[in-house]
T-cell receptor, first 112, second 112 residues
Framework: GESVGLHLPTLSVQEGDNSIINCAYSNSASDYFIWYKQESGKGPQFIIDIRSNMDKRQGQRVTVLLNKTVKHLSLQIAATQPGDSAVYFCAEGLRAGNMLTFGGGTRLMVKP | DTEVTQTPKHLVMGMTNKKSLKCEQHMGHRAMYWYKQKAKKPPELMFVYSYEKLSINESVPSRFSPECPNSSLLNLHLHALQPEDSALYLC???????????FGPGTRLTVL
């Protein structure tokens, strides 16, 4: 289940399954979106980005989907591994100026 | 070198102390950032430097004072902090004021 406020939303998946993490962004003028992964005690690590002129972009085991109509971003992780366990943040911004605004974050827990 | 380094890793200070956080990158990036991150929350932008000039100050209290001595270094001087300033302070850099931001591991600050 999901809870808000003091607790991060948590997604729990079995190792080997696919994961989908969702994000609703706020600014319809945003033209650049990034997914970051943050492990405990570390800074955010870039995963993948997408510009607003695209609706899908694929990386290694990850895919980002952008739906500008409903201001929705998702991150799909294929064959999720224990090393994928972390907090995932989406960030939105403008390419000119690079002011990133981060979303609330989702904790991904991978069960072996 | 594709790293952003931050020192110290941990810092405990009293409300009357003066301390500094340091950030360094050798990727030739011309934009550098300070973020504050509270537990279970996303990073919040504090300051942006572009070409060693302060570009953005997100209404941060004057007890936080940034400094960019050269294109590779970014400092954050701390004075008369409050316990609610306890947080993870993240430094990031990007090639210009656009594109992917690379984050350091952060300094975990505790104000007593």
């Amino acid at each position: 289940g999901e809870s808000v406020g003091l607790h991060l939303p948590t997604l729990s998946v079995q190792e080997g399954d696919n994961s989908i993490i969702n994000c609703a962004y706020s600014n319809s003028a945003s033209d650049y979106f990034i997914w970051y992964k943050q492990e405990s005690g570390k800074g955010p690590q870039f995963i993948i980005d997408i510009r607003s002129n695209m609706d899908k972009r694929q990386g290694q085991r990850v895919t980002v989907l952008l739906n500008k109509t409903v201001k929705h971003l998702s991150l799909q992780i294929a064959a999720t591994q224990p090393g994928d366990s972390a907090v995932y943040f989406c960030a939105e911004g403008l390419r000119a100026g690079n002011m990133l605004t981060f979303g609330g974050g989702t904790r991904l827990m991978v069960k072996p | 070198d594709t790293e952003v380094t931050q020192t110290p890793k941990h810092l405990v200070m009293g409300m009357t102390n003066k301390k500094s956080l340091k950030c360094e990158q050798h990727m030739g990036h011309r934009a550098m950032y300070w973020y504050k991150q509270k537990a279970k929350k996303p990073p919040e932008l504090m300051f942006v430097y572009s070409y060693e000039k302060l570009s953005i100050n997100e209404s941060v209290p004057s007890r936080f004072s940034p400094e960019c001595p050269n294109s590779s270094l970014l400092n954050l001087h701390l004075h008369a902090l409050q316990p609610e300033d306890s947080a993870l302070y993240l430094c990031a850099s990007s090639q210009e004021l656009a594109g992917e931001q690379f984050f350091g591991p952060g300094t975990r600050l505790t104000v007593l």
